[in-house]
């Protein structure tokens, strides 16, 4: 591969590695387009139901706004434990799924333990722990939990790969032992990108528990459910303003929080 790249035929005309490299993505798209099979007839077509459908959305119904507020209030205590329990738990596999940390056999399994996380969808999380708990609010506190520990596992471990390799060597070199070379090696360069990935799953775990709602994981999701299977969509529309509304403001003041770490 790497002569192919540094042939001289290739030297004379630079242009063929960008030419080739266009016309895969155009093929990769292409394939994919045609997998879709998607009619653009009936799409152009389907914009009167959509404009109808956000037509019933409007105005919303403010008398409902009590009961919003009561639900985005267990949805964010539910995204707050859910994201807690998930970091504890995150931070010892990612650590095992370090390639500067830990041993290969080890990476292997933490990594392997991480896949199959992330490839369970978070309603299917939610209906298990809806079977075991019953529904409401433990349910989807604890689908949150595992979902995260999906991610923020992941963005730990790349964190913790990421550490300038040579300060850690430095310390070797002078003797510390395991725990020291943690403690003043990795922690210090790992902690301002692990509390920014955290606060950005809290955020997103918002989102998520309105999700879950819809298997009856409680939050504001089960409320917004609840109203679009009575048809009542203006009531449906005060629930997505009021999460639209907190899910903003976390997100400026995680967007803050976050350059205040990046800047430590």
């Known amino acids: 591969m790497s002569y192919f790249f540094n042939s001289p035929h290739l030297r004379r005309f630079p242009w063929v590695i960008p030419l080739l490299i266009f016309l895969i993505i155009v093929g990769v798209y292409t394939w994919a387009i045609q997998g879709l099979q998607v009619d653009f007839e009936v799409l152009r077509s389907s914009w009167p139901y959509i404009t109808d459908f956000i037509s019933r959305l409007f105005p919303p119904d403010w008398r409902v706004l009590d009961i919003a507020i009561k639900a985005l209030i267990e949805t964010v205590q539910m995204s707050l434990w859910g994201t807690t329990i998930g970091a504890i738990i995150s931070l010892p596999i990612a650590v095992a799924s370090a390639n500067n940390v830990a041993p290969r056999w080890l990476q292997w399994l933490a990594n392997l333990l991480q896949n199959a996380v992330r490839s369970v969808p978070s309603i299917i999380l939610g209906l298990i722990f809806v079977a075991a708990t019953g529904l409401g609010a433990p349910a989807g506190t604890l689908a949150l939990g595992i979902y995260t ?111 205040r770490l990046d800047s430590m």
Not at 150 to 176: D, M
Not at 222 to 241: H, N, R, V, W
């Open 149 to 259: 520990i999906g991610y923020l596992a992941k963005f730990y471990q790349q964190a913790i790969e990421a550490v300038e390799p040579r300060s850690l060597e430095s310390l070797k070199v002078i003797g510390a032992s395991r725990l020291q070379i943690a403690q003043y090696g990795i922690v210090p360069q790992v902690l301002p990108l692990g509390l920014g990935y955290t606060l950005w799953m809290f955020e997103y775990n918002i989102r998520a528990a309105s999700v879950l709602g819809v298997v009856g994981a409680g939050g504001i999701g089960f409320q917004l459910k609840s109203y679009i299977d009575g048809f009542e969509y203006t009531k449906a529309t005060t629930m997505m303003l009021v999460l639209l509304v907190v899910v903003t403001l976390i997100d400026g003041f995680s967007s803050q929080l976050r350059r």
